[in-house]
C-alpha cells in the first residue's frame, strides 16, 4: 500500500507593519505566529524543503507567489519570506541564506534588499533572534546577509555584541573588519555604563582599555543628555550579558531601548583618561555648562552635575574667570582679555558675581548654584576685600557659608538674613 504524499511546508503571505495600516498587515506583536518564532521557521522550512528537493530557483519563487494568489514575480512577497527565513537562527543557516538568495536573485537583483522593510521591522520588535541568525553564519557571508538586514553597515551588530557583553560577537566583528572594529567598539562602549571587568573592554588594546575615541563620544552623550534631557538617545544602556549565552529563536518582544536609564550625570570623571581629554578638548564640556547655566528648573541633579563639570575643567587648568566669562557669559575672547587689562579678571568675576543676591529673581536655579559654586573657588581674601554692600555680604556668605559676613551686615539686612534662614 502506497504512503500518501505527504504536502511541502507553506510560505505565507501575513505581512508586517508598524501602524497596521497597511492592507492585511498586522503589528508584529499582533501575530502570535511570529511572537513564537512559528512563521519564521514555517518560511525557513519551506526554502529548506525545496533546497533538498533540488528545486530550481525560480520554481520556489514561482511557488510563493503562487500560494499567495499573487502574479508570478511578485517581489514583495518573496522578500518577505526570504525576511522571515531569515530572522530566526538555526544550525543550516549558511545554506539557507545562499539558497534564499537565489530565490530572491531569480526575480530581480533587489529583492533581498528589499527584505529589509520587513527585517527592520523584525529587528525593531526583537533584534535579538536576527542578531542570533549572524552569530551563527560564518563571517564570510555576513555582507550578503547584511543585504537583507542592513546590521552590519548601520553598526547595530557591534552595539549588540557590546550591549549582550559577548566576547564571541566581537571576536566576529573583529574578523570580518581588522581596521576598523577598535573605532566600532570604542563608540559602543561609549553609549552602556563604564564596566572596566567586561568582556567587551578587554578587546580595546590601550591603557586601562580606555580609548580617546569612547572618551569623546562620551562627552558628546554627556553635552547632549544636557541640552536635550528628555531624548532617551543620549542616555546610557544597561547590559544583559545573558541574552549572548542563548542560540535559538527568543520569543516575544525585547526592546533594546528599555535597557536605557535616564542618566544626567554620565559620571565622566571616574572614566580612566577622561582628566587627560579634557585637557586638550574642553570645548565640549565648558559648552555643556553653558547650556546648564541658562537652565530654570529647579532640578537639583542638573545643578550638582554643573558644578562637578566645573571642578572637572578647573582640575586639569582651566581657570575659574575663563569658564565664568567665557561659558557662562558667553564672552569672546577679545573682551575677556579687555577686562584683564583693567581690574583683573578675577576681580570683575568676583564684582560680578557679588551682586547675585540683589537680582535673584531674574537668575535661573542652576545659573545661581555655577555663580555660587565659582564664587566659593575664588581667592577668599580676595573676596572678603570686595565684598562691602549689603547685596555682596549676603551672597558672600550664600556662596561660602562663612558666618563672619553676616557679621558685617547692617542691622536691618542681618534681621532680614535671619527672617530667611527661619523661613520667614
Known amino acids: 500500500m502506497s504512503q500518501p504524499d505527504i504536502a511541502p511546508p507553506k510560505f505565507t503571505n501575513q505581512r508586517i507593519s508598524f501602524k497596521g495600516n497597511d492592507s492585511g498587515a498586522k503589528r508584529y506583536e499582533e501575530i502570535p505566529e511570529l511572537m513564537s518564532g512559528k512563521l519564521q521557521a514555517q518560511c525557513q522550512q519551506a526554502f529548506r524543503h525545496y533546497l533538498q528537493e533540488g528545486k530550481r530557483p525560480l520554481f520556489v519563487s514561482s511557488t510563493i507567489t503562487a500560494q499567495a494568489s499573487l502574479p508570478v514575480g511578485d517581489l514583495p512577497t518573496i522578500a ?27 526575480v530581480g537583483m533587489g529583492c533581498l534588499k528589499h527584505a529589509q522593510e520587513f527585517t527592520r521591522r523584525i529587528s525593531a520588535a526583537n533584534p535579538v533572534n536576527p542578531y542570533r541568525v549572524f552569530k551563527q553564519t560564518p563571517v564570510k557571508l555576513w555582507p550578503r546577509l547584511d543585504v537583507a538586514y542592513a ?18 560577537m566581537i571576536q566576529k566583528c573583529a574578523d570580518h573588519d ?14 552602556v555604563a563604564y564596566d572596566p571587568l567586561s568582556n567587551a573592554r578587554s ?12 572618551i569623546a563620544r562620551r562627552v558628546n552623550l554627556q553635552f547632549n543628555s544636557i541640552r536635550s534631557p528628555l531624548d532617551s538617545q543620549y542616555f546610557l544602556s544597561r547590559t544583559r550579558p545573558d541574552l549572548a549565552k542563548g542560540q535559538g529563536f527568543m520569543e516575544g518582544i ?5 535597557l536605557r536609564f535616564d542618566s544626567t550625570d554620565h559620571l565622566l570623571r571616574h572614566i580612566p583618561r577622561y582628566q587627560q581629554y579634557l585637557a586638550v578638548e574642553s570645548e565640549s564640556i565648558g559648552r555643556g555648562i553653558q547650556d546648564l547655566n541658562i537652565l530654570n528648573n529647579g532640578n537639583p541633579e542638573r ?21 565664568y566669562f567665557r561659558y557662562c557669559k558667553r564672552m569672546l575672547t577679545g573682551e575677556i582679555m579687555d577686562l584683564a587689562d583693567g581690574k583683573g579678571l578675577q576681580n570683575a568675576m568676583v564684582l560680578d558675581i557679588l551682586d547675585l543676591s540683589g537680582r535673584l529673581d531674574d ?3 542652576t545659573e545661581r548654584t555655577i ?43 542681618l534681621d532680614k538674613q535671619i527672617g530667611v534662614d527661619l523661613g520667614l
Open 178 to 191: 581588522p581596521a576598523g572594529y577598535v573605532k566600532a567598539l570604542s563608540l559602543a562602549l561609549a553609549e
Open 303 to 323: 545643578e550638582r552635575l554643573a558644578v562637578r563639570l566645573i571642578e572637572d575643567m578647573v582640575g586639569v587648568g582651566l581657570t575659574i574667570e575663563d569658564i
Open 151 to 168: 546590521m552590519l553597515r548601520e553598526g547595530t551588530l557591534m552595539k549588540l555584541a557590546v550591549i549582550f557583553d559577548d566576547g564571541e
Open 80 to 106: 518577505l519570506n526570504a525576511a522571515y527565513a531569515l530572522s530566526t537562527p538555526c544550525e543550516d543557516i549558511a545554506e539557507i541564506l545562499e539558497f534564499v538568495e537565489s530565490v530572491c536573485d531569480s
Open 371 to 413: 555663580s555660587l559654586a565659582l564664587l566659593k573657588m575664588a581667592d577668599p581674601d580676595l573676596v572678603k576685600m570686595l565684598a562691602v554692600t549689603d547685596v555682596q555680604l549676603r551672597t558672600a556668605f550664600m556662596a561660602t557659608k562663612d558666618s563672619r559676613f553676616l557679621e558685617r551686615l547692617s542691622g536691618t539686612a
Open 203 to 214: 578587546w580595546i588594546d590601550s591603557p586601562h582599555s580606555v580609548t580617546f575615541q569612547e
Open 363 to 365: 537668575v535661573g536655579d
Open 254 to 258: 525585547f526592546d533594546i531601548k528599555s
